[in-house]
C-alpha cells in the first residue's frame, strides 16, 4: 500500500452531477460516507464502490474512486469476485431494500456467511424508490403504494435478524440524519476485518416521506432511540436517564443505573437477535448502534491460503508441467 | 503372449469398438478407461463415450441403472467412438436388454451368466433367460461365463469377503479383454498399485482377478480368435489420452498462462459441466482460484468482478445455467470486460435429459439476452480440440475485452481421445497489459485496430472511474441518453465483435473443395461427419467437409466456400440452429439434418443423408 | 368563447402536434393528459407520447430533469403523436434547450419568461439568455410570457404561499392552449374539483388559474390566429383514451372474464412495465390477484404455480427480467401449461436507457432459453391494440396449453390514443374447461386438433398425477430417457405451436396489394410505418405495409405475400431482429431498417427510406 | 372438502419406480411421509408435493398425489404461486440443503417472511447428492469433496437459524432415522396454520455417509440430542438424567430436574437461537424438535380478505363494467 496521503472530503467528490430529488436522504449519507473515505488513510485508488440498481444504487457514480454500477440484486456477487481476485481492495457495496433483500436476498446472505471482508450500505427507505414507489420487503403491512393501491399485505423482514441468522460478523443500524452516529459506524465497518452489514434509515422524501420518523424525528429521537456500544450500558434519553435491561427473553425499562451492558460479540448472538425485535409495541426504543461485531476468519483469506499451500506442496505450476502432466506416450 | 497358444488364430484388424455394460456398481467406466489408457500407450488411435445412468446409484440390476462405457480403438485415424460396437460386455441381464440391439451382427458377447438367476432376470422385465435362446448364439459369438464364481475362486487366497471380492470382477472380464487384444497387463497393474497403494488385500485381489481373467481366455480357449489391433500412423509427437472437461479445463489454465493472468473460476455445478469445475480447483498450483457460487447468476458475476479487478474471469454451466447467466452476461458486453462462459450443452428442454447430449443452446448462446447484446460465440468439436478452442477463447477475450461463449456438449465433454501435446514454442502468445497511463485515459476510448477498450484494475493509482449498465457516452463511458450517443454505442459494440473475424485463419474444406455437397457443421459433430465424409470418398461421392469453430462472428470466406457447392447440408444435434443461421446470413437453401435424441450421430445416419443429397 | 374576440382570425387545420415540457417538478404530464382528454371528448383522433427523464426527480431546472408530453390531435385518422411539434410549451430553459431543436420552423413557441433568471439559465448550461436572441422571434411565433407572475396574481385571492400558487403555473399554461385551440375548460374543471375535492383552496387556485390562462390568451391576444381542429370522422361507437399499459391490463382482465379463470399477476417491478402491475393490483374486483414477487424467477415461477393450480397464470417484465425469466418459460413449456408473459420492451442492452423504447427483445423472446422450447410470440403494436391483443395471448395460451410472450414496448405501453370500446358480443369466446374425467386419463394424452394436453387442477379427485421439467414420456407424462421417445416429444411441442398459425384470421395488407415495396413491421412502429405509407400514396408510390401481431408461428399466408412485392423492408428499433427471421425462413434478401436510438422512427424518415428503394 | 376417507401408506405410493442409491436416507422419509399424510384426514387429491432438482426432490414421482418437480431452487415460488391460487391445497415442498440453501435461498426466506401456510421438507445431507458430490451451504469445512480436493472453505449455514431470521412462523428438525420422532414434527407442522420449515437431517450414503453419525448414531444419539418439546424441560440421555438450563447468553449443563422449561412461542425467539448454535463444541448436545411455532397471518388469508373487501366495495367486475369504465365518448 501506497503511504496514505491526507485526503479532503472533496478528493472523493466526482464530477457527475448528483441526480436524487432534492431533499433525499441519500445526499447526507453520500457526504458521511465521502468524509469517512477520506479519513481512513487508504489510498483513494484502492476503493471500489459496488452498488446494484436503485436509486440509492446511483452511488458509485458520485464518489472519485473506482466504481462499478452493476445490475439489480447482484452487487454483493460481484463484490465478492473483487474482493477474491484482489484482496486488497477496500470493496464496499451500496444497496437499497430492494436491491439487496428482494431480488438480492439470496448473494446478500451468501456473502455473510462466508465472511468476505466487504462492507456492505444497505439504505432502508422501506420502498423501491427507483421505479416509483412499489412496497419493499421492508415495507410496514397496510401501506397503499402503486403496486399495492388497497394496502401491502405482505410481512416485512427484519434486516437486523436477517443478518444475524445468515452469521453475519458485523451488524449495525445508523440512520440518515445522524451524521455523527453514522461516521462512527462506517469506522467501525472500516476497522472490522469481515463481512460488515450497516443499515441506514434512509428517508425518501417521494415516495415513503417520515416512513422512520417515529424514532428519527429530533422530537422522539431521544426518547426512541438506544445506542447500542460494545461494553456499555443500554441507556438512553435526553440525559441518558432511562435504561434497559435483560430479563431471560425479555427486555425491561429500568433505572440507567441497572440497565444491561451490551456485549456486540457474545458466542451466539441471541441479545442482539432479541433487543432488534423487543419493539414492535412502542413501549421500548428502537436500537440503533453495533448489534453485532465477532472475528471470524475471512474467506478471501482462506482462498489464497489454500493456494499458497497447494502450491508450496505440488510446487508452482507452468505452461511446461502443465502439458507434461498426466500419462503420455510418444509416436515417432 | 503365453506360448502355448499355437491353435488359436490372430486376425489382423484395423478397428475394434468395445461397450462395457453393467450396473453402476459394476465398475464399467473404470474398465472402460483402463482399457482405454492401455491400448493409448500401446499406439492406436482411440475414442470413448461414456453414458452413465441419470441416477447416482440405481438399484442393483434395473434397468435405469445400467452404465456403459464405448471404446473405439483402431490402428487408422478415427473421430468417433463408433457407431454400433463390435464387442459387448454385459455384467447382467439389465445390461444384455438395453445394449444388444446395437451389438452388430456377429459380434463378440461375452455375458456374465454368474448374474442370471431369476430374480435378475425379472429386474431386466425379463420373463425367459435370453441365454436359453438359441439365437443368440446363432447370431453372436456368445461367450457366457460365470464371472462371479471365476472372481471367488482367483481372489479366494486374499481371505476378502464374498461380497468384496465380487468386486474385483470387472478387472477379470479385463483381462480376459486383453488377452483376446493381444494387450499387456503392466499398465492396469500399475494403476491398480497405485491407486491401492494403502490396501494391499484389495490390490491384492484385483491384480489376481486381472491376471486369472487373461489366465482363463488364454487356457479355457475362449475365443475362437485373437485379434491385433496395430498401433495407428499418427503425426509423431507426445500424445496423452484427454477428456473433454478435462482439456477444457487445461487448456483455460495454458490461456491464462499465456495472457499471464490469474484464472478466476466462479461456478454452480450442473451435469455436464461440472467436471470442468472439479478440474480446475485441482489446479490450484497454476495460479487459480475457484469459487463454488451460490447459483449461476452469482457464479458469472463473480467472475465479471474478478475479471474487473485484473483476473481473467470465467464461468461455466450447461443450457438452464446459462439461461440464468443472461442478465449478468449482458452486464458484461455493456462494461465490455473479458470474460469466458463455457456452455456444456446437455438435452433440454428445460430439465430435459441432464446426462444426454445435445447442440441446442446455440441460439441461446447468440441472442439470449435482452436487447442488442453481441459478443463472440465458440464451439468445440471434440475432447482434444477443446484444449485449442480453449485458448482461443482466452485469446479472444482478452484482445477484444469481451465476454465469449464456448460451447461444449456431453458428448465431447465426457469423452476422451488421444491428445497430441503441443510444444510451447507452437503456441500463441498473448500476453496481456494493463493500462496504468494517465495522460488523455479514457475508460471507453478504444484501440484503432481491435476496438477494445482499455483494462483498468482498480487499485491503479488516478485512473479512478465509474463503468456500469446503463448506457455510456462514447470514450468517456459516463452515463448517457443521448439518442445518436446510444446508436454509436450499439454500432461500436457489434463491429468490435465483427472485427474478430479478421483474426482468423483462412477455413480449410476436408474432402472435396467444390462441387456437390458440402456438409458444414460445428461442435460435436465432427467425428460423425468426418467418419461419413471419409466412407463417401470411398464410394467417390463428390463431399466437401467444413466444420466451424467460430461460430460468431462468423468466418469472413464462407460465404465464398458455400458458393461453391450445389447443396449445403447442416448437421446438427438441434431442430436447425445453424442453420437458421447461415439461411439468414447467406440466403442459401441449406438443408437441415436435424437430430434430437439425446445421443450423437452416426456416421452411417449421416452417409444415408449424404446420399439422399446426392440422389 | 368569450364574445369580444372578432379580429382573431380562426383557422382550420387538419392536425396539430403539441409538445409540453418543463421540468419533473411542472406537472407537464397532467398538463398534457389534460389536453388529450379535453380533445378525446371534442372528437379528436389522437396520439400522445409522454418522454419522463431517467430520475425520479432530478433537482429543479437541470437539463436531465426536463419531463416532455406530446400530443397529436387531429381531424383525421392519425397513427403516430407525430414526428417534430407545431407547439412547444418551455416552462424553463432547460426545456427549451432539450426540445427547440425539434419544433417545426415557424412553429409556434410559448416560453415561460418568468423562470429565465441567470441562474435557470445556468442550470441549462445557457451562458445568455435565448430569449434575447432575436432569430428566436423570427423562426418561431414566440409568445413569451412570464408565467409565474400572472399565476401568482391569478391566484391571489386563495391566499396560497407563493410555493404552491406557482404550482398552479401549468394550469395556466393549459387555459392558454384551450383558448388557442377553441376548447372548453370544462372537462378539465370537472377533474380538478374530484381530485381536489378535499382541498378547497387548492382546488380554487386551480380552477382560477385555468380560467386565467383562457383569459389572458384572450384579452391580451397573445396569439395571432386561433385553430379549429374539427373532430375526426371515427367509426362509430363508444371511445375512450387509453394507455398502452392499461388497455393491455384490461384485455388481460377481459380475456380471463372470456375463458371464465381467475386471473393471477405475479410480477416484479421494472420500468416501462411495472403500470401493467399497479393496473390490475386495482382490479381486485375483477377475479384478478396480484404477487408482487422478490425477483423475477419468483414471478413466473409464481405464475406457473397459479396456472397449474387453476388461474391463468401471467407476469409482467421488461428486457432484463425476461432474461431472468427464460430457465422458468423452458419449464412451462416442458409442462405444457398456459402462462402469458408481457415483456415491455426498453433501450438495452443491459440496464441499457430505462426509460428509452426499443424492440431489440424478438430474438431473446423466440430463442433465449436452453435448448429447444418454442413457444408463441406475439406483439401489440399501438396502446389500442394491445387490448386485443391480450386478448389473443390469452386464447392462444389456454387453447393449446401454452406459455406466450407478448412483446410491447415504452412507446406503446406510456402511448395513448383512443380506443373504441368493443360491444361485448363482438368479443371472441374461449371458456376453458378442466378435465375431470378419469377414464382413460393421461396427461399428456392430446387434442387431435391443437394437441394441448389436458388441463387437470390439483383437488380433482382420481387424476393424482406428476409433471415436470424432465422429459416426458408421450401420454404418460412419465419421465423418459428413451431416444426415440425425446425425439418425439420435441416435435410434438414444435408442431403444437406451429399449429397455432392455423387459428389466425388472414393477413391483410395496407395500401398495394403486389408491386414494388412492401413495408414489412411489427409492434410500435406500426404509427410511423403507416404514416409513411399513406404519404407514398399520395406520391403515387407503390407500397404495401403488413402488420404482424403473430410473430411466431409465423402466419402461412406470409410467404406468398413476401413473393407479391419486388422489394421487402423491414424497421424495427434494434439492428435487424424481424428481418434475420424473415431472410431465413423464406430467404428472400428483405432489407433492414435499423433504428437504436432509444426513439421510435418518425413517418418522415420511413418516407425517405422507402424513396431509397424505389430509387 | 370431501369427507376424508381412511387412507393406508399404500395409497400415496406411486407406481414409479425409486430410484435413490440403496441406503440413501431418503426412503425413511418417503416412507414416513407416506405414512403421516395417510394418517392425516385430508382427501388425497387435495395434496400437492412440489420439489425443485436434487435427489431429494424426486420425490414427487413416489407419491400417488398431485406432484411437481419444478426447477433448481425455485419450488418455494411456485409453491407459493399454487397456494395463493387455491389455498384449499395442501401444499408440501421437498427440498435439499444445494436447492433450498444454496440456489433457492432467497424464495425460501421470503416463503418464510410471507408466512404462506405451506409445508416445506429440508433435506439436509450437506452435500449435492445429484451433481455427484460437491460440497454445499451446509457442509462442514476442510471436507473434501469434488468440487474442494483440498478441503472446502465455505462457512455453512445454520439453516434453524437463518429460518428464524426470516421470521418462519415454524421451525423444526428431525432426523431421517428417528421415524417416530419424524412423524410427529410432520404431524406438527401439518397442524400449524402457516408456514412451516422442518430440517430432516439425511444420510447420502455415497457422498456424505455419516454426516451426522456423531449425533444420529444409534450409540451416541441420546447423549448428543436433546429434544426440544414445548412446555417441557430441557432434558436429554437415555433417561432423561441430564437438563440444560439458560442463564443469561449462556446454556449450562444441569439436573433434569433444574432444566428451563422450553417455549417456542415466546416473543422473539431469541432463546431457539441461542439454543441451536451453543453446541459447536459438543459439550452441550445438538437440539432437534420444535424450535419455534407462532401464530401470525397467513399471506394467502390476507389476500383473499382483500379480494372480498374490495370486490364488496366496488362491486363484482364484469365484463361489461370493465369495458364501461373510465371517460368514454360516443361517436356516432
Ligand atoms: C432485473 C431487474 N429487475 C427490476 C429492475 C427494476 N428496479 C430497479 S431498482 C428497483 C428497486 C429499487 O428499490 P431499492 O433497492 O429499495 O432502491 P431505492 O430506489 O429505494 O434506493 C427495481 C425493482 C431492474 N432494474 N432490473
Ligand atoms: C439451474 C440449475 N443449476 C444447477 C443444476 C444442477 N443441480 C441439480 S441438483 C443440484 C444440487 C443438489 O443438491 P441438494 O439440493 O442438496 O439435493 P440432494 O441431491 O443432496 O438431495 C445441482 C447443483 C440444475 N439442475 N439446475
Ligand atoms: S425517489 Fe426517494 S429514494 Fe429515490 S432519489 Fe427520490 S427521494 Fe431519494
Ligand atoms: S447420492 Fe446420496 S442423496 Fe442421492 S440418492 Fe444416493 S445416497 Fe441418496
Ligand atoms: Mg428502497
Ligand atoms: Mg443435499
Keep these: 500500500m501506497n503511504p496514505a496521503t491526507s485526503y479532503k472530503k472533496k478528493d472523493f467528490v466526482s464530477n457527475q452531477e448528483v441526480r436524487w430529488c432534492p431533499g433525499c436522504g441519500d445526499y447526507a449519507i453520500l457526504n458521511a460516507v465521502q468524509q469517512c473515505f477520506a479519513s481512513f488513510g487508504v489510498p483513494k485508488e484502492q476503493f471500489v464502490v459496488i452498488s446494484g440498481i436503485g436509486c440509492s444504487s446511483r452511488f458509485p457514480y458520485y464518489m472519485d474512486t473506482y466504481g462499478f454500477h452493476t445490475i439489480h440484486g447482484r452487487a454483493p456477487a460481484l463484490a465478492s469476485g473483487v474482493k477474491i481476485a484482489n484482496p486488497d481492495l477496500h470493496v464496499w457495496v451500496i444497496t437499497g431494500d430492494g436491491d439487496a433483500m428482494s431480488i438480492g436476498g439470496n448473494h446478500l446472505i451468501h456473502a455473510m456467511r462466508r465472511n468476505l471482508n466487504i462492507k456492505i450500505l444497505l439504505f432502508n427507505n422501506r420502498i423501491y424508490g427507483l421505479t416509483k414507489g412499489q412496497y419493499s420487503p421492508t415495507t410496514v403491512p397496510g401501506k397503499k403504494t402503486s403496486s399495492s393501491p388497497f394496502g401491502s399485505l405482505d410481512a416485512p423482514f427484519n434486516p437486523i435478524t436477517v443478518a444475524l441468522g445468515a452469521g453475519a460478523s458485523f451488524v449495525a443500524r445508523t440512520v440518515d440524519t445522524q451524521i455523527k452516529h453514522m461516521k462512527g459506524i462506517l469506522q467501525a465497518a472500516h476497522e472490522h476485518k469481515g463481512f460488515a452489514f450497516v443499515e441506514i434509515l434512509q428517508n425518501c422524501v417521494i415516495f415513503n416521506d417520515g416512513a422512520h420518523a417515529q424514532i428519527t424525528d429530533k422530537e422522539v429521537r431521544d426518547a426512541r432511540q438506544v445506542d447500542l456500544r460494545p461494553g456499555q450500558p443500554l441507556v438512553y434519553g435526553k440525559e441518558l436517564e432511562m435504561g434497559l435491561r435483560f430479563d431471560g427473553e425479555q427486555l425491561l425499562p429500568c433505572k440507567p443505573e441497572e440497565a444491561s451492558i451490551w456485549q456486540a460479540n457474545s458466542p451466539t448472538g441471541a441479545r442482539a437477535f432479541q433487543i432488534c425485535q423487543n419493539t414492535e409495541d412502542g413501549s421500548i426504543p428502537v436500537p440503533i448502534g453495533l448489534f453485532r461485531q465477532v472475528e471470524r476468519p475471512c474467506l478471501e483469506d482462506a482462498i489464497h491460503q489454500q493456494v499458497k499451500e497447494v502450491t508450496q506442496n505440488l510446487g508452482q505450476g507452468d505452461l511446461e508441467s502443465l502439458l507434461r502432466s498426466g500419462e503420455t506416450w510418444d509416436v515417432s | ?615
Tied chains: 1, 4.
Design chain 2, 1 to 615: 503372449m503365453a506360448p502355448n497358444q499355437p491353435e488359436i488364430p490372430l486376425q489382423h484388424l484395423d478397428e475394434v469398438v468395445i461397450r462395457f455394460a453393467g450396473d453402476s456398481g459394476d465398475g464399467m467406466q473404470l474398465t472402460g478407461n483402463q482399457f482405454t489408457e492401455t491400448s493409448a500407450l500401446f499406439g492406436n488411435d482411440l475414442a470413448t463415450f461414456p453414458d452413465y445412468p441419470a441416477e447416482i446409484r440405481a438399484p442393483v440390476g434395473t434397468l435405469f441403472g445400467v452404465s456403459g462405457f464405448q471404446v473405439r480403438f483402431a490402428a487408422k485415424d478415427i473421430h468417433t467412438p463408433g457407431d454400433r460396437p463390435d464387442v459387448l460386455v454385459a455384467m447382467n441381464p439389465a445390461a444384455l436388454k438395453v445394449n444388444l440391439g446395437e451389438l452388430k451382427e456377429g459380434g463378440l458377447l461375452i455375458v456374465n451368466r454368474g448374474n442370471f438367476s431369476p430374480r435378475d432376470l425379472a429386474k431386466a422385465h425379463y420373463d425367459h433367460n435370453p441365454l436359453d435362446d438359441e439365437k443368440l448364439a446363432e447370431n453372436y459369438q456368445l461367450v457366457a461365463i460365470d464371472l462371479n464364481e471365476a472372481t471367488l475362486k482367483a481372489v479366494e487366497s486374499t481371505g476378502l469377503s464374498n461380497k468384496d471380492a465380487l468386486r474385483c470382477k470387472n478387472l477379470l472380464a479385463l483381462g480376459m479383454l486383453y488377452y483376446a487384444y493381444g494387450r499387456p497387463l503392466a499398465h492396469t497393474e500399475d494403476w491398480l498399485k497405485k491407486k491401492f497403494a494403502s490396501k494391499p488385500q484389495i490390490l491384492e485381489a484385483n491384480l489376481l482377478a486381472l491376471r486369472a481373467g487373461a489366465a482363463i481366455a488364454e487356457n479355457s480357449e475362449l475365443f475362437k480368435v485373437v485379434y491385433q489391433v496395430n498401433p495407428a500412423p499418427l503425426p509423431t509427437g507426445t500424445y496423452r489420452n484427454i477428456g473433454g472437461n478435462q482439456g477444457l479445463a487445461m487448456g483455460l489454465v495454458a490461456g491464462c498462462q499465456l495472457a499471464k493472468l490469474p484464472l478466476f473460476y466462479g461456478s454452480y455445478p450442473i451435469t455436464p459441466a461440472s467436471d470442468v469445475l472439479h478440474a480446475l480447483a485441482r489446479y490450484k498450483n497454476y495460479g487459480v482460484t475457484t469459487f463454488q457460487a451460490e447459483d449461476e447468476i452469482a457464479a458469472i458475476c463473480s467472475a465479471i468482478g474478478a475479471s474487473y479487478a485484473g483476473s481473467l474471469g470465467m464461468t461455466g454451466t450447461s443450457g438452464p445455467g446459462l439461461a440464468l447467466k443472461a442478465e449478468a452476461l449482458g452486464l458484461a458486453v455493456m462494461v465490455e470486460l473479458p470474460l469466458i462462459v463455457v456452455d456444456v450443452q446437455r438435452a433440454g428442454p428445460s430439465t430435459g435429459m441432464p446426462t444426454k447430449t445435445e447442440q441446442a443452446d446455440l441460439l441461446q448462446a447468440l441472442f439470449g439476452r435482452n436487447s442488442e447484446a453481441p459478443l463472440p460465440v465458440l464451439a468445440t468439436s471434440t475432447p482434444a480440440d477443446c484444449f485449442a478452442t480453449a485458448l482461443e477463447a482466452v485469446r479472444i477475450a482478452t484482445t477484444y475485452m469481451t465476454p465469449v461463449v464456448l460451447l461444449s456438449d456431453g458428448y465431447i465433454g465426457n469423452g476422451s481421445e488421444p491428445f497430441r501435446v503441443p510444444a510451447i514454442e507452437t503456441l500463441p502468445s498473448f500476453p496481456v497489459r494493463f493500462h496504468t497511463e494517465r495522460e488523455g485515459f479514457l475508460p471507453y476510448q478504444r484501440d484503432d485496430q481491435s476496438l477494445a477498450r482499455p483494462w483498468v484494475i482498480p487499485g491503479t493509482p488516478g485512473l479512478e472511474h465509474r463503468i456500469g449498465g446503463l448506457e455510456k457516452e462514447d470514450g468517456t463511458g459516463n452515463v448517457s441518453y443521448d439518442p445518436a450517443n446510444h446508436e454509436r454505442m450499439v454500432m461500436l459494440r457489434e463491429e468490435k465483435v465483427a472485427r474478430i473475424a479478421e483474426s482468423y485463419p483462412p477455413l480449410e474444406v476436408y474432402g472435396e473443395q467444390q462441387g456437390e455437397v458440402l456438409v458444414l457443421g460445428w461442435g460435436s459433430t465432427y467425428g460423425a461427419i468426418r467418419g461419413a465424409v471419409n466412407r463417401c470418398q470411398d464410394a467417390n461421392l463428390s463431399v466437401g467437409m467444413l466444420h466451424l469453430r467460430h461460430i460468431w462472428p462468423l468466418p469472413k470466406d464462407l460465404g465464398d466456400i458455400l458458393q461453391r457447392f450445389k447443396k449445403i447440408m447442416i448437421p446438427e444435434l438441434n431442430r436447425n440452429q445453424l442453420c437458421r443461421l447461415i439461411r439468414s446470413e447467406y440466403l442459401v437453401d441449406a438443408v437441415s439434418i436435424p437430430l434430437v435424441q439425446g445421443r450423437p450421430f452416426t456416421s452411417t445416419e449421416l452417409l444415408g443423408h449424404i446420399q439422399d443429397l446426392h440422389a
